[in-house]
């Protein structure tokens, strides 16, 4: 008796181990979401009816406005590929998008595993109200471009896998090798995010001449008649290649027991409307139209994805056949227009814009109207414009409005700023010049953004280590003692000035050396020389506006664009000791010009050096998150961004370069770091060197080099919301759901 109640006790705690273990590894698939069940057993929680989208909830279907942001892959130090973004980091982003008054989240592609973990636990953790999906799936972009055929072999069953492995990764159903290299996301996916799921989008943005050539080749591909979907008569060969992959996704996902809307992520290069006024061909050479697909069997529905933002293609700013409409404001608005023409004719499907907004930087790469450019605001001006945009996107009808973006990446090139930098090593420095990297509403500062205000108050100075920060031995009449720091993202200088500024009386000068040449004199020496010369410099001579200043010799702007936008570059200013400083200037549009073009327009730039005064401390009402220098009686402070001095990558103290003085092919050379040469101007001379000889010349080979460690795995950065996050906070709480019809 002894021994078979042994047995069974024994027996009966394997049963309770291994039921625990069992509940252990299925608990993420416990999941409880209302919805609705259609045939066969398959849920459905959201679907398309009409031009809307609708939500099951209450035991009844009503109407759905998916307002959210898109979510990359990347923080500082990190390429997208590398997935660095921990579970607790997802975990503490979902709390604070929802705070924002956001209900879905969009990602591009399949995320790593401990995303869909974090999703899972904190929509448990908030049953009530839940934070959904829209599960994107990335199309083998490069190979498109490369063979120009989406009906290649290679292509085409690369992106039917993708998507196979995608849905199975939401459903917590695959086990995702390792591929080397390829950036993707791998491991075990054992977490059911399908149930929280809101749609899929399939695809990236069409390259419009892979697009054109793929119909050519195609031209007599018959219909797609799929499963689920299926293309309608007319619908070129790219669409039915759209057809077969939206098919794809539907057979791959109703084998886990559920079905969702489902659309193809789309641009403004490839919509369906014309552009009159658009200049490039490009930009208006072929359509990709939603409406010539159609769901056949899937009660979930379908919808349309566009990408809009107000400064791009050209025709937003050029083309007068969009600017017809008034916005809210009583203002000619092409964007408004463009909502309104492309919501009337794709009248018979909901459509979402699934990416809008501008970034808080300094660069620039496209102006807009209205002052929507690409970039040039601060944190209070964008969003400012993103909640106008999401007001007009909600007040013209549409299903959803998704925000272009909720983190900076570093790691992300712009294409006026390309040319200047480092491909491998953009994401270890934080480069303002470079707008793209700056969409989010969630800041990912340089190391000292927290530590080290610009606000005329040296305290913060005397906080910082001795190994932080070093005094520069530098002799200048006007100041007193100077003091210089670094972090990703910025140079710092603090300056003890011998009495308090004032730009009517007296201009201060901070000039930059980094590698042999430049100007050793120019006007704004004021009869000095110089032993070495300068690349850069700074110059305070007004009130509220700083300008850097870039010797001709060294003007990468002019060298890059000369006979590409800009006049042949006068041969003087190409010598070393041009006596010539010149603004610090980015390009925001090529020249354009028949037959290249439709029409004729000039080459277009804006100064990029201009350097704002205000305040740096974010608690400030009269924070600005774009200024540059601040001084307060004696003691002044400034930044100065790395690009501006020439540096194409400071974390490996590499400056930007060319082959040679008639040279435009741009290279780098490693330098030791910077000599800063402080002066100080008053009625036309030198303070301390009034009559000075020039040859006497001001040793600045024997100033102090300032230089600091290489750094790559050790990123420091400041993570914090940005004013923008509270500007689109309170427009989207003011949005309950979709425009009544």
């Known amino acids: ?97 929802q705070e924002m008054g956001a209900n879905v989240i969009r990602v591009y592609t399949i995320m790593k595993p401990e995303f869909y973990e974090a999703l899972v636990k904190y929509n448990r953790a908030n049953q009530h109200n839940p934070l959904y999906l829209i599960q994107g799936v990335w199309s083998p972009e490069e190979e498109l471009i490369d063979k120009q055929d989406a009906y290649d072999p290679e292509i085409m069953q690369a992106f039917e896998q993708e998507i196979r492995d995608a849905v199975a990764a939401v459903y917590g159903k695959t086990t995702l090798a390792p591929e080397p290299h390829s950036g993707k996301a791998a491991g075990a996916y054992t977490y059911n995010a399908g149930p929280y799921l809101m749609g899929w989008i399939v695809g990236t943005e069409w390259e419009p001449n892979m697009v054109k050539r793929t119909n050519e080749l195609h ?7 799929g499963q689920h979907f299926r293309s309608k008569p007319g619908a070129n060969a790219f669409e039915k290649w759209l057809a077969l992959m939206v098919d794809t996704a539907a057979q791959a996902e109703i084998q886990y027991g559920w079905q969702h809307p489902i659309a193809f992520s789309n641009w403004v290069t490839t919509d369906p409307l014309e552009h009159p006024g658009e ?46 409409m008034t916005n809210s404001q009583g203002q000619i608005d092409s964007y408004t227009a463009y909502l309104h023409k492309l919501k009337e004719f794709t009248s018979d499907m909901p459509i979402m814009i699934t990416e809008f907004g501008v970034p808080a930087s300094l660069g620039i790469a496209h102006l807009g109207m209205l002052g929507r450019d690409q970039g040039g605001h601060n944190e209070q001006q964008q969003g400012e414009i993103n909640a106008d945009l999401l007001q007009q996107i909600h007040g013209a009808g549409y299903s959803g409005a998704i925000l272009f973006t909720w983190q900076d990446e570093w790691f992300k090139k712009t294409w006026n700023t390309l040319h200047y930098d480092d491909p491998d090593r953009r994401a270890f420095w934080y480069n303002t010049l470079t707008n793209e990297s700056f969409f989010g509403v969630l800041g990912m500062f340089p190391g000292k953004d927290d530590v080290l205000f610009i606000d005329g108050d040296a305290s913060d100075w005397e906080q910082l280590g001795a190994d932080e920060k070093q005094r520069l031995d530098v002799q200048a009449p006007g100041f007193e003692e100077i003091w210089v720091t670094h972090d990703e993202g910025y140079l710092y200088l603090m300056a003890k000035l011998s009495e308090p500024f004032d730009p009517s009386r007296r201009s201060v000068y901070f000039g930059v050396d980094t590698i042999a040449g430049g100007n050793r004199h120019a006007p ?95 608690s400030r009402s009269d924070y600005n998150s774009k200024a540059m220098w601040q001084v307060q009686g004696q ?40 000599r800063i040469v402080p002066w100080m101007a008053q009625d036309g001379e030198v303070v301390g060197r009034e009559g000075a000889d020039a040859a006497n010349p001001y040793p600045v080979s024997s100033l102090p080099i300032y230089s600091w460690q290489r750094w790559e795995e ?28």
């Open 1 to 97: 008796m002894g021994r078979r109640f042994k047995l069974w006790w024994k027996l009966g705690l394997v049963l309770v181990i291994a039921a625990g273990v069992l509940f252990y590894w299925l608990r993420p698939l416990f999941v409880k979401i209302e919805g609705t069940t259609i045939a066969d057993g398959i849920h459905v929680k959201f679907r398309t009816n009409g031009t809307q989208v609708e939500e099951y909830a209450d035991q009844a279907w009503k109407p759905y406005f998916a307002k959210g942001v898109n979510m990359g892959a990347a923080i500082p130090g990190h390429f997208p590929g590398e997935l660095a973004i921990t579970e607790e980091q997802y975990e503490r982003w979902f709390r604070m998008i």
């Open 279 to 324: 200049p490039l061909f490009e930009e208006d050479m072929v359509s990709v139209d939603p409406a010539h697909i159609e769901a056949t069997d899937w009660a979930a529905g379908y919808f349309a994805s566009y990408h809009v933002y107000p400064y791009y293609p050209d025709f937003f700013a050029f083309d007068t056949t969009y600017q017809t």
């Open 524 to 618: 704004q020496l004021h009869g000095m020389t110089l032993d070495e010369g300068l690349e850069t410099l700074m110059e305070l001579s007004d009130e509220e506006m700083g300008r850097m200043w870039i010797a001709s010799n060294y003007d990468v702007h002019a060298r890059l664009y000369e006979h590409a936008g800009l006049p042949e570059i006068d041969p003087k200013e190409k010598l070393d000791d041009s006596g010539i400083f010149k603004p610090w200037m980015l390009a925001v549009n090529y020249r354009l010009e028949y037959p290249d073009s439709r029409f004729d327009y000039p080459f277009g730039d804006v100064e990029a050096g201009q350097l704002e005064r205000g305040y740096t401390d974010p």
């Open 219 to 225: 031209a007599d591909i018959p219909d797609y008649e």
């Open 635 to 674: 003691v002044l402070e400034m930044r100065i961004p790395w690009m501006l001095m020439g540096f194409s990558d400071p974390s490996s103290l590499s400056v930007i370069d060319y082959n040679g003085p008639s040279g435009n092919v741009f290279g780098t050379t490693e330098a030791e770091g910077v």
């Open 714 to 741: 050790n990123v420091d950065y400041v993570e914090r919301p940005k004013q923008s996050y509270w500007i689109v906070k309170e427009a989207m709480e003011k949005i309950a759901g979709p425009v009544a019809e």
